[in-house]
C-alpha cells in the first residue's frame, strides 16, 4: 500500500474518532489539515493486514482543532506513524 493512501486512511480514522461521544461527538465537517513526523518503517504488500489506531492528542474545541497520534501495524508491527492536525468547520463554496 502506498504511503500516500496510509497516510490518507489515517486521517480518515482520526475523522472518525472526532465522531465519537467521548470526544463530543460533533457532526461537523472535519478537514485534513497537517502532518507531522511521519515515518514509513516498513513496506506493506498485497495480502496484508493493515490494522490503525489513533490517539487524541490534544483538542482545542474554541479552534476547532484537533492533534492526533496516528499508528498503522501490520502483524503486531508498527509500519507507518505519526502526527495528525484535523480541523471542523463548514466548507466554503
Do not use: H
Not at 500500500?1 to 465537517?29: F, H, K, T
Not at 485534513?32 to 493486514?49: E, L, S
Amino acid at each position: 500500500m502506498p504511503g500516500v493512501l496510509m497516510v490518507e486512511a489515517l486521517a480518515q480514522v482520526g475523522g472518525l474518532v472526532m465522531l465519537q461521544p467521548e470526544v463530543g461527538g460533533s457532526r461537523e465537517n472535519f478537514f485534513f489539515a497537517g502532518i507531522d513526523k511521519v515515518r514509513f518503517r516498513k513496506p506493506v504488500i498485497a495480502g496484508d493486514t493493515l490494522v490503525m489506531r489513533m490517539t487524541l492528542i490534544k483538542l482545542q474545541k474554541r479552534f476547532g482543532i484537533a492533534k492526533m497520534e496516528g499508528e498503522a501495524y501490520v502483524g503486531g508491527e508498527v509500519v507507518c506513524d505519526g502526527e495528525f492536525l484535523i480541523t471542523t468547520g463548514t466548507a466554503s463554496e
